[in-house]
């Protein structure tokens, strides 16, 4: 059964892909011809992170690109995520700043 995954870009933008079940966020956006970064599609980059903002998703494999305390926080790596529900996820490459520190600033 498919989840409707509802994505969010902090510039206002909103769409929603349905998520077919053993199928990734990443999949499902990329059959929709969404434009959500990403890069290595296993989970070690992080230039997929998106955070959680309602429902259920499962890391199918380690997310090795995020620390347990961004996981805490409720980052994801969608390139290795799936919906176990239907689910609200805030997206776009700023999501992946939030979690490096920047020396400039």
Known sequence: MPHAVSLEWRDGREATVEVEEAETVIDATERAGLGVPYGCLYGACATCTGRLLE??????K???????????D?????????PRSDCRIEVGAEIQADLVANPWK
């Open 62 to 72: 380690r997310p090795r690109g995020l620390k347990p305390r961004h996981r805490q």
């Open 74 to 82: 409720g980052y994801v790596l969608l390139c290795v995520a799936e």
């Open 55 to 60: 429902g259920d998703l499962v890391h199918v």
